[in-house]
């Protein structure tokens, strides 16, 4: 085996070429054994994947349930993260908050991806032709960046009507600059590359090449800008939803739960805020070293 | 041999931590320079040479580790040194010059300042004659006008004078030892020449010591006292460099002659002995197959300054555009392997790559088969008749393919675009023919680029490109990227090929040795023009031209005995 400096990567003789799914894995794995935080990541995504699917079933109480008898209560063995005004378990209403929170993150970031994937592969063809297609996706992506993300987003809801679905919507539009500028940068680097050519060669029509051959080389990338946007999407929401523009009371929801609790704090109720607060924190945080870790299994220059 | 060691590497072990466990890069080297001597490493990739000479600098990366041995620079130990030791004498009493200048320089600094800083860091110059100094530096290195070059960035520099430079930081304070990392890879001829005499000149009249890595057998052994060969991460063969080549002693040393390239053998010498079946017999030259008339390609000149200047109405006559191709005539005939030659910048790639049909001329016609393929636009090329007659094998076989297709289905790609095949066993069977065609064990077809060798990768180019029966095939420097073992089998292949086949190849080359053993006729270029052409062997061996007469000067010439 030659050393691994060597510029020519070819594997050892011994070596059974393995798919390239397993090989990954394995990659995977060695990066999670070099990183233990990005292993604690992953761990903190799954657990936050397994909230949003059985949150309603691990909750202890109804969230939506007022019992005015017990309201304000500080956190105690009954009610682990206390009551609101209402009477309500935080600990119930932060666990099923979870589904909302990241389907709406989910769902935004998915849209992104497939239409912002439109985008991206319009992004491609602008990387890869130049002309008028380019000048066409540049502007519209150069208008989005001019405006205050978050108030652009503001006032999309408030003219859409602030239902889930356009909190999605919303979502999707104020990060759609960000998938088309990486794909057309990205898209650049590769259209001089000698595959590209050689695809050309063999007969393969422009929007052929855009499609079949930079594009799934540029997916990587995309996945994780994916799991990197997933943190903002969530904040977002949360601050729509904290100023009264995205989801409606009483649905429980971080945002929410934060706005209302947040009026509670000069009077000594702390936790009413501080437990969504933190489980907000704890997922925007999660979706950053998923991203990290992610980009180091699939960068190439870190397999060794 | 001088007396006193300089440095004196014994038993170096070094290991790399990796998913598959403890590899031994380096084992057990023993490597000992002396005072002024100049003594080369050589090797293949994977050899272990640079990360020999990383372990005596000690900047093996995070995953490597020295195992074993010792490391002496005239009488200190560099393995157990402090960092802050090591800090010291890294740049003032040993330094190195990396194979791409053009990375190893900060690009946005002026080269001058880059010098300044090195001669600031080790004291040997103040705010007061640093500039003195770093022009002065600049002046021994022959960069011509050092005034205003020490103004200049390293984007604004060739690569000849990039290396210049780099040479210059690294003798700025006098080292004893110069390291130099495959310094002229990459380069012309030409400047590889300039770059080299100037490396032994300066280091001569130092005294300082010098260990030169290198894949060239040939470049060591012209200017090396020393040759130290390397395979596997071990020494075999240690001699002067005055015999080695006339009695090498190990069987590796012996392959690697035989592999590179020299005047007055056959393609089929390259190659190990035994392994040579005698060499298809030449195929008389047939009617012209290509033929190129007043090809021109323009550039228009753009950029900041011309822009400013539009945007201050200030009056510049429009520059005249730039001519990259400058009025080309040749023909290429049928059967025939014509040697496209000229420094980087001649316009040699950018006729190949408007012949391809990859890139509009600007003027002149491209007659293939008695068909104008010059009037058709590029774009509408790729869906052409005649895209499948005209295919090309890439200069770097790992960029050409891509990262996320297996080596079938690179190869399935031109069949199943333009071959007309349908059906997946039909283009598998076709696959499979193709790569028994090339030599490549068919089980490996499922595998992806980053599974294969690096000779492996250049044979399925290979089979992409004669996939679909091509009439002509470019060679763009195919070649350049391999070990020298790995390009005597590919360039045997191709010719055994090109017989069996009846392909006629245009191979564009800056190596004049490998354009020899492979082309019947050879045009050679420079500035967009054909400065002289012929038969390979004429005018490699008495050529006309003065700038073909430097050329072949310019390749290193080992000792011979």
């Given amino acids: 085996?030659?050393?691994?400096?060597?510029?020519?990567?070819?594997?050892?003789?011994?070596?059974?070429?393995?798919?390239?799914?397993?090989?990954?894995?394995?990659?995977?794995?060695?990066?999670?054994?070099?990183?233990?935080?990005?292993?604690?990541?992953?761990?903190?995504?799954?657990?936050?994947?397994?909230?949003?699917?059985?949150?309603?079933?691990?909750?202890?109480?109804?969230?939506?349930?007022?019992?005015?008898?017990?309201?304000?209560?500080?956190?105690?063995?009954?009610?682990?993260?206390?009551?609101d005004q209402l009477g309500r378990d935080i600990l119930s209403r932060v666990l099923v908050a979870t589904r909302l929170d990241m389907l709406i993150a989910i769902l935004s970031v998915a849209l992104v991806f497939f239409a912002g994937g439109l985008a991206g592969v319009a992004g491609v063809a602008a990387g890869f032709f130049g002309g008028w297609t380019d000048r066409i996706v540049g502007r519209v992506s150069d208008t989005i960046m001019a405006f205050p993300l978050f108030v652009l987003a503001m006032g999309?809801?408030?003219?859409?009507?602030?239902?889930?679905?356009?909190?999605?919507?919303?979502?999707?539009?104020?990060?759609?600059?960000?998938?088309?500028?990486?794909?057309?940068?990205?898209?650049?680097?590769?259209?001089?590359?000698?595959?590209?050519?050689?695809?050309?060669l063999t007969g393969n029509s422009d929007t052929r090449i855009a499609l079949t051959t930079i594009l799934p080389n540029i997916l990587p990338i995309m996945v994780v800008q994916m799991s990197l946007t997933m943190g903002y999407a969530i904040l977002n929401a949360a601050g729509l939803s904290f100023i009264g523009l995205g989801v409606r009371p009483p649905a429980a929801e971080w945002g929410i739960?934060?706005?209302?609790?947040?009026?509670?704090?000069?009077?000594?109720?702390?936790?009413?805020?501080?437990?969504?607060?933190?489980?907000?924190?704890?997922?925007?945080?999660?979706f950053n070293l998923v991203g990290d870790g992610l980009r180091d299994i699939v960068d190439p220059l870190r397999r060794t | 041999m001088s007396a006193v060691q300089l440095l004196d590497v014994r038993d170096l072990t070094v290991e790399f931590a990796t998913r598959r466990g403890v590899v031994q890069a380096v084992r057990k080297v023993d490597l000992s320079v002396g005072k002024g001597e100049t003594i080369g490493v050589v090797g293949e990739s994977g050899s272990g040479k640079s990360v020999t000479s990383y372990a005596v600098m000690r900047i093996l990366d995070r995953a490597g580790r020295v195992a074993g041995g010792s490391v002496s620079f005239s009488g200190l130990d560099l393995l157990t040194a402090s960092e802050a030791d090591m800090r010291d004498l890294r740049g003032r009493e040993m330094s190195m010059i990396f194979q791409n200048p053009r990375a190893a320089l900060n690009p946005i600094r002026g080269v001058g300042r880059q010098i300044e800083d090195v001669l600031r860091q080790h004291a040997q110059a103040g705010s007061d004659d640093a500039r003195r100094k770093a022009i002065e530096a600049l002046t021994q290195?022959?960069?011509?006008?050092?005034?205003?070059?020490?103004?200049?960035?390293?984007?604004?520099?060739?690569?000849?004078?990039?290396?210049?430079?780099?040479?210059?930081?690294?003798?700025?304070?006098?080292?004893?030892?110069l390291i130099a990392d495959e310094p002229t890879t990459g380069l012309d001829v030409t400047t590889q020449k300039a770059v080299m005499d100037l490396i032994v000149d300066l280091t001569r009249e130092r005294g300082m010591s010098t260990i030169l890595i290198t894949h060239d057998l040939g470049l060591a052994a012209a200017y090396c006292d020393r040759v130290i060969v390397m395979e596997k991460g071990e020494v075999v063969e240690s001699a002067l460099s005055s015999t080695i080549f006339g009695n090498p002693s190990h069987a590796y040393t012996r392959k690697l002659m035989r592999a590179t390239p020299r005047p007055?053998?056959?393609?089929?010498?390259?190659?190990?002995?035994?392994?040579?079946?005698?060499?298809?017999?030449?195929?008389?030259?047939?009617?012209?197959?290509?033929?190129?008339?007043?090809?021109?390609?323009?550039?228009?000149r753009q950029g900041a300054s011309r822009f400013m200047a539009k945007l201050f109405r200030k009056d510049v006559a429009d520059a005249a555009p730039f001519r990259a191709v400058d009025g080309l005539s040749f023909e290429v005939r049928r059967g025939e392997s014509v040697g496209l030659v000229g420094e980087s910048g001649c316009g040699k790639s950018t006729t190949s790559t408007i012949v391809m049909r990859l890139l509009d001329p600007t003027a002149g016609r491209i007659l293939f088969g008695g068909q104008d393929i010059g009037a058709i636009p590029a774009r509408d090329f790729a869906r052409h008749p005649l895209r499948a007659k005209i295919q090309m094998v890439f200069q770097d076989p790992t960029d050409s393919l891509n990262p996320r297709h297996t080596a079938?289905?690179?190869?399935?790609?031109?069949?199943?675009?333009?071959?007309?095949?349908?059906?997946?066993?039909?283009?598998?069977?076709?696959?499979?023919?193709?790569?028994?065609?090339?030599?490549?064990?068919?089980?490996?077809?499922?595998?992806?680029?980053h599974q294969l060798s690096g000779g492996q990768k250049a044979r399925v180019g290979i089979a992409r490109a004669i996939a679909l029966d091509p009439d002509l095939v470019i060679l763009d420097e195919p070649t350049a990227a391999l070990d020298v073992s790995v390009q005597a089998i590919v360039l045997n292949l191709l010719a055994d090929l090109k017989a069996k086949l009846g392909m006629s190849y245009l191979f564009v080359s800056h190596d004049l040795h490998v354009v020899r053993l492979l082309c019947d006729r050879v045009i050679v270029m420079k500035t967009g023009q054909i400065v002289e052409q012929g038969s390979a062997a004429d005018v490699i061996d008495t050529p006309r031209h003065a700038y073909t007469r430097e050329l072949v000067a310019a390749i290193p010439h080992p000792p011979t005995s």
């Fill in chain 1, 1 to 83: 085996m030659s050393a691994p400096a060597a510029a020519d990567g070819a594997p050892s003789g011994q070596q059974r070429p393995k798919g390239r799914f397993a090989e990954t894995l394995s990659h995977a794995r060695h990066i999670i054994g070099e990183n233990p935080v990005t292993g604690l990541s992953f761990a903190l995504f799954a657990l936050l994947l397994l909230c949003a699917v059985f949150g309603p079933l691990l909750s202890p109480y109804d969230p939506l349930a007022s019992d005015t008898v017990a309201a304000l209560k500080p956190p105690s063995a009954h009610h682990w993260f206390g009551t």
């Fill in chain 2, 264 to 300: 007055g053998i056959t393609l089929r010498d390259l190659l190990p002995e035994g392994e040579a079946t005698p060499l298809p017999p030449p195929v008389p030259a047939g009617e012209a197959l290509l033929s190129v008339e007043g090809l021109v390609k323009e550039y228009p």
């Fill in chain 2, 408 to 449: 079938g289905r690179a190869i399935a790609d031109p069949i199943l675009r333009l071959g007309g095949l349908r059906g997946g066993r039909t283009v598998r069977t076709r696959c499979e023919d193709l790569a028994t065609l090339v030599g490549l064990p068919t089980d490996l077809l499922d595998r992806f680029p």
């Fill in chain 1, 156 to 200: 999309i809801v408030a003219a859409l009507g602030n239902t889930v679905t356009n909190i999605v919507i919303t979502t999707a539009i104020i990060n759609f600059p960000l998938y088309t500028r990486i794909v057309r940068a990205e898209a650049n680097v590769r259209r001089n590359a000698g595959y590209v050519l050689a695809a050309r």
């Fill in chain 2, 141 to 177: 290195v022959r960069i011509a006008r050092p005034e205003e070059r020490y103004n200049a960035y390293p984007f604004e520099l060739s690569g000849g004078m990039c290396q210049r430079v780099v040479i210059a930081l690294a003798l700025a304070c006098q080292p004893r030892l």
């Fill in chain 1, 257 to 286: 739960m934060v706005a209302e609790g947040s009026a509670f704090i000069v009077s000594g109720e702390w936790w009413i805020a501080l437990f969504p607060g933190l489980a907000l924190m704890l997922a925007v945080f999660c």
